[in-house]
């Protein structure tokens, strides 16, 4: 059995090493992934919405949904990228899945879209130099992966 002094200890360490372990998850999660679009292949037809894309105090945010009709979402992995107008660098945003049961009444054609839903926000300032981005949907579900250009754009 440990005395005082040692668990006192070892329930430090493990406090440290949990708060640690959350940091590096969280880190994770908010860091903005540079790529190359044109490595991504084709582009193929998902139904989508683009809500709002904005900009506010230095942090981007675009909320939506997309999902690919007549499949309801059993996995389920969409990321928001913005390219740079201008070339095909384009920057992978944090993004979280949101519930949006909505989509699901909307369409009532029998399949689940209800994770369909997405919000992405990073800072500004990660991005590059380019003040006019397209907005990319890098979209999974069920194995198949499908790039989405949404047709709108977002200025810095």
Known sequence: ???GTKLKTAIIVMILLSFGFCFLI?????QVKTITLSQ??????????????????GIVFILGWAFEKGQSIKTYDIRVALKEHDSDKA?????EMLIRNEVT????????YDAS?????AYASRLGDSKIYDIILL???NGKNYTADTGKT???
């Open 26 to 30: 969280y880190a994770d999660k908010a």
């Open 91 to 95: 920057y992978v945003l944090p993004t």
């Open 154 to 156: 977002l200025r810095i």
């Open 1 to 3: 059995m440990l005395s």
């Open 40 to 57: 991504l292949g084709g582009e193929e037809k998902i139904n989508f919405c683009i809500d709002d894309a904005s900009v506010e105090n």
């Open 117 to 121: 839903g997405f919000l992405s926000r």
């Open 139 to 141: 979209y999974k579900n």
């Open 105 to 112: 009444q909307a369409y009532n054609d029998g399949f689940n």
